[in-house]
């Protein structure tokens, strides 16, 4: 809360990542979050800027529960179709050491036709947003970004960017950033 009261910016948008996390802890927070920003000097439009990432194997009808757009992390336990039934879900999140697995296996032409079908279903422009999830240390091969247009790439703080926990290194994090920018061709 103490990012939030001393750095908010009112055009950044907060993605909060849960993981198994029980049902009154994530309303504490998202309750606590508001709290925070109805102290702020100035509108705070908080469903614009306010995102929860769930990467765990709850079933997705849990998370519109709490009235905010929500990513999902994709694993091979959920079935696609299934997923994009949710009125909140806002998009998918590919986990990078799956879709390599994915790739290595030969099925990823198959595996991105089917997620295709279902996120451009009927021929329209997806509202879903599809993102990668990477670690700041993962060898970034090229050709999955050939094959996949993400919309975003999700990083998480964490201890191979911090000088202490949750004390960012800010060398280490631009250095990080461009390895990455340059490795994928941006």
Not at 139 to 161: A, E, G, R, T, V
Not at 173 to 185: C, M, P, S, V, W
Request: aromatic letters at 18%.
């Amino acid at each position: 809360m103490e990012i939030i009261e001393n750095n908010f910016g009112p055009h950044a948008r907060y993605y909060l990542h849960f993981n198994n996390e029980a049902d009154f802890v994530v309303e504490k927070i998202i309750s606590d979050l508001k709290e925070t920003i109805q102290k702020l000097p100035f509108p705070v439009d908080f469903s614009r800027q306010f995102f929860l990432e769930f990467s765990d194997s709850k079933n997705l009808y849990d998370y519109d529960q709490f009235d905010l757009w929500h990513y999902r992390y994709y694993n091979s336990n959920l079935k696609l179709p299934e997923i994009f039934k949710y009125k909140k879900l806002k998009g998918i999140i590919l986990d990078y050491k799956e879709l390599l697995k994915i790739f290595r296996s030969g099925v990823l032409s198959q595996f991105i036709q089917n997620l295709s079908q279902v996120l451009y279903a009927g021929g329209h422009q997806s509202r879903y947003e599809l993102g990668i999830n990477l670690d700041w240390d993962d060898p970034i091969y090229q050709i999955l970004f050939d094959y996949i247009d993400f919309d975003f790439i999700s990083l998480s703080i964490n201890s191979k960017i911090e000088v202490c926990y949750r004390n960012l290194d800010l060398e280490r994090f631009d250095t990080e950033l461009r390895h990455i920018a340059k490795a994928i061709g941006r």
